[in-house]
Nanobody, 124 residues
Framework: QAQLVESGGGSVQAGGSLRLSCAAS????????MGWFRQAPGKEREGVAM???????TYADSVKGRFTISRDNAKNTLYLQMNILKPEDTAIYYC??????????????????WGQGTQVTVSS
């Protein structure tokens, strides 16, 4: 049974930084496309970033230059370094995995496994 567990959320002031982690119990981990999504109250879940097992990345325009996605295949762990945070980044952040050895479009419906989410709150 695949399991994804996020950690690292919290509250921060605008301009600050947070680092999210996602521990994944899926095998072989390097075969999965891993991604981060977020959902703010009253809004749909949106893609933030994703990367293949080989390290190719895709970012949403809203986070380019501020967020960095990375993975440690030896530790089955995904990261999201978030810098220059803005109040509009406030949301529940979810880790997700897609089977198939490649990354699909950065759309929630194309990912197969999900974590429970971690809250990120950015105050102005």
């Amino acid at each position: 049974q695949a399991q994804l567990v996020e950690s690292g959320g919290g509250s921060v002031q605008a301009g600050g930084s947070l680092r999210l982690s996602c521990a994944a119990s899926i095998y072989p981990y390097s075969w999965y496309c891993m991604g981060w999504f977020r959902q703010a109250p009253g809004k749909e879940r949106e893609g933030v970033a994703m990367l293949t097992g080989g390290g190719s990345t895709t970012y949403a325009d809203s986070v380019k230059g501020r967020f960095t996605i990375s993975r440690d295949n030896a530790k089955n762990t995904l990261y999201l370094q978030m810098n220059i945070l803005k109040p509009e980044d406030t949301a529940i952040y979810y880790c997700a995995a897609a089977r198939g050895g490649y990354c699909p479009p950065l759309v929630a419906g194309r990912f197969d496994y999900w974590g429970q989410g971690t809250q990120v709150t950015v105050s102005s």
